[in-house]
T-cell receptor, first 114, second 114 residues
Framework: KAGVTQTPRYLIKTRGQQVTLSCSPISGHRSVSWYQQTPGQGLQFLFEYFSETQRNKGNFPGRFSGRQFSNSRSEMNVSTLELGDSALYLC?????????????FGPGTRLTVL | AQSVSQHNHHVILSEAASLELGCNYSYGGTVNLFWYVQYPGQHLQLLLKYFSGDPLVKGIKGFEAEFIKSKFSFNLRKPSVQWSDTAEYFCAVTNAGNNRKLIWGLGTSLAVNP
């Protein structure tokens, strides 16, 4: 079974730009969660989608948004990039809700904002 | 608000030493508990999880964790570490039930010297 894939793997943007990251979950998984990982803040939950509906949301500003398609693939978008958005963005998929099921993580997208 | 505390941010051990990584959470209700591990250059992966039953759970690679409800703790242990255990370890907690988001600790970086 193929694992969780994320594209692109690396991204360099400048302040004020916007970016879209993509995640393809494991086949059959309906839940996709997004996390921001930084050395100082650890793993911070962004949002979770289940069957195209946002089920949970973390404490991030509205510049961070996401969506999920009918094939469970998910995208997250960050608008008006700030320097502090530089981070590793991880996607994880699971069959059921993350709180009751194992999450499988992708390799992440490393975003650098200059 | 729910929170997860991992007391040891950086741990350095020699091979064959015993390991215990602390994890405490703040939620008072029924919880589901997880330990995830991130080996250098690899994806985050599940080490072990506890939902109910025997509070001593065994995971992959000889790791185990004990859930002590009265202490709100879920400490990770391994009797004899190996160099290959060098990794970042994350504790995560959610209140049991559907549609609950995971709360993550900041992680513990473990370095095992050969």
């Amino acid at each position: 079974k193929a694992g969780v894939t994320q594209t692109p793997r690396y991204l360099i943007k400048t302040r004020g730009q916007q970016v879209t990251l993509s995640c393809s979950p494991i086949s059959g998984h309906r839940s996709v969660s997004w996390y921001q990982q930084t050395p100082g803040q650890g793993l911070q939950f962004l949002f979770e989608y289940f069957s195209e509906t946002q089920r949970n949301k973390g404490n991030f500003p509205g510049r961070f948004s996401g969506r999920q398609f009918s094939n469970s693939r998910s995208e997250m978008n960050v608008s008006t990039l700030e320097l502090g958005d530089s981070a590793l963005y991880l996607c994880a998929s699971s069959f059921q809700t993350p709180g009751t099921d194992t999450q499988y993580f992708g390799p992440g997208t490393r975003l650098t904002v200059l | 608000a729910q929170s997860v505390s991992q007391h040891n941010h950086h741990v350095i051990l020699s091979e064959a030493a015993s390991l215990e990584l602390g994890c405490n959470y703040s939620y008072g209700g029924t919880v589901n508990l997880f330990w995830y591990v991130q080996y250098p250059g690899q994806h985050l992966q599940l080490l072990l999880k506890y939902f109910s039953g025997d509070p001593l759970v065994k995971g992959i690679k000889g790791f185990e964790a004990e859930f002590i409800k009265s202490k709100f703790s879920f400490n990770l242990r391994k009797p004899s570490v190996q160099w290959s255990d060098t990794a970042e370890y994350f504790c995560a907690v959610t209140n049991a039930g559907n549609n609950r988001k995971l709360i993550w600790g900041l992680g513990t970086s473990l370095a095992v010297n050969p």
